[in-house]
């Protein structure tokens, strides 16, 4: 069971890397915030969270205060933040909003990158 487990929970947040990635950079190519960016976005958390979540079962021990535990409730905060100012935007429909987002989600972006990568390393040393 807990290799099914792992299995999933790597499934989700590589899942979460793709949709962050795809979604980040799409939004600085086209040089504005669409629906379907923000609907990456949302699919990217909902990814991350459910991997977190595995991977936290997994651990046996939920959050633990050390740089992957801190980094990565951060970049979990921050993506919710994002996916939710996202939204935001489009509702109110700004056009200088929408075009200046994609900084915004780049930092998002790199910042949750740091967890991820901690995460890929721990892995890869156990």
Not at 14 to 36: Q, R
């Amino acid at each position: 069971m807990s290799k099914l487990l792992l299995i999933f929970a790597i499934v989700f947040i590589t899942s979460a890397l793709i949709f962050y990635t795809i979604g980040v950079f799409a939004e600085k190519k086209k040089g504005t915030l669409l629906p379907w960016h923000v609907l990456i976005f949302w699919c990217g958390f909902i990814c991350d969270t459910a991997g977190t979540t595995m991977m936290s079962k997994i651990a046996g021990n939920g959050f633990e205060v050390n740089l992957h535990g801190v980094t990565g409730l951060i970049a979990l905060l921050l993506m919710a933040f994002h996916a939710v100012w996202a939204t935001v935007i489009l509702i109110k429909n700004n056009p200088q909003s929408r075009e200046r987002f994609h900084k915004f989600s780049i930092v998002v972006w790199c910042i949750w990158l740091i967890p991820y990568c901690i995460g890929v390393f721990i892995g890869m040393t156990r």
